[in-house]
């Protein structure tokens, strides 16, 4: 199968990810509020991706049309409705972005960034230029750059495999040991980041790994171009995460040396 072409062409670039060591680095509130700071924009971007994707194989205009393959459209459109509307701890609607910003703020890390950035883009603020003006740090602002030019690109099948091999896949395994560390050791500050962490690995490692993988066979069918595009888009994605998580590990001993 073609999917198993990709996952052989980036299982180098996941593994260094995965073994990065922003995820055991993790062990006090300070470079928990790092990492969230970071991370929020991630958070934010995935959205986009995600977006991106229903918006190129789905009809989401007024007057509806039949748009694309029925299968995509369905897995994007479940994925969609678990990513926007998930439930919280008290079983009350929520978008995961939404949820993050209420763990950042129960944590105490600093949300002014990322909701003047949302306000920004919410008054019509082109996104690029709101993201250039915010206060974003700069690797997550590069991050975020890296994602925003595969959605301008608005190639279907592209967006799906950055959505699935540098986001979906990554999730659980990425998630599972900082979840270990903080669990037991911040319950009142941290209650609902862990819940996040603990939601994503769920659902992402029980249903949308799944969905996505799906969707790429899909729209890469058995055009050896589009997968070869898969691959290398993927593992550029994988590159620009690492890069991420070391622009967190570097912001945090600027920050500490500067004490």
Known sequence: MKIEFVKSQILTARQELLNHKAFTWIDDLEKVHVFMENHVWAVWDFMVLLKGLQRACTSIDTYWVPKGNPEVRRLINEIVFGEESDLDQNGKAVSHFELYVQAMDEAGANTEPIRSFIDNLTNGVDARFALEQSQAPDGAKQFVLGTLDVVDRGNASEMAAVFTFGREDLIPDMFIEIVRNLKERFPAELGLFTYYLDRHIEVDGDV??????????E???NDSVLWEKAAVSSKIALKNRINLWTA????????????
């Open 208 to 217: 949308h790994g799944a969905l996505s993988e799906r969707m790429v066979i």
């Open 219 to 221: 729209l890469c069918g």
């Open 248 to 259: 967190v590990l570097e912001q945090h001993e600027g920050l500490r040396l500067a004490q």
